[in-house]
């Protein structure tokens, strides 16, 4: 069993539901899960996880949101076994800035698995390759960790 904190950044609902389906993958597994949401309480300590999940959306022409870049700092380290997947909309800034954010943070955290673009919404044919990356994401920690 593998334990997996998953934080994320929501404003608009996507990527919380996003973490949803996800934090149920992940359980459906067996593993254990504990979610974090971005900006609300005390940081959760990375360290008393096997790995970290990173939810962002992307905002204003590919940034990185001011409070995923305040999680980032306040944690103080790169942990490793970070995986991170993001929310975003190709209508402002087309392929080029779609999920920009999340394409930056597997960059920074030198994620060895490709992080997960959802389109706004996760919900209808978007659901099944969440819950594809999610058990890819296990399955990659098991194959690491073996």
């Known amino acids: ?50 790995a970290m999940l990173i939810g962002t959306f992307t905002w204003d022409h590919g940034s990185t949101p001011a409070e995923v870049k305040d999680f980032v700092a306040d944690i103080g380290y790169k942990p490793d076994n970070v995986y991170v997947f993001g929310t975003g909309d190709t209508q402002f800034g087309g392929d080029d800035l779609f999920c920009l954010a999340a394409v930056k943070l597997a960059r920074f955290y030198e994620s060895r698995y490709a992080p997960l673009k959802i389109e706004q919404s996760p919900r209808g044919k978007q659901q099944q390759p969440i819950i594809d990356w999610a058990k890819g994401v296990y399955t990659h920690w098991k194959h690491l960790h073996a």
């Open 1 to 50: 069993m593998v334990s997996f904190l998953i934080a994320y950044a929501s404003w608009s609902g996507n990527t919380k539901e996003v973490t949803e389906l996800i934090e149920q993958t992940l359980k459906d597994e067996k593993n254990t899960v504990a979610t974090y949401r971005i900006g609300v309480g005390p940081i959760p300590d990375p360290r008393q996880y096997d």
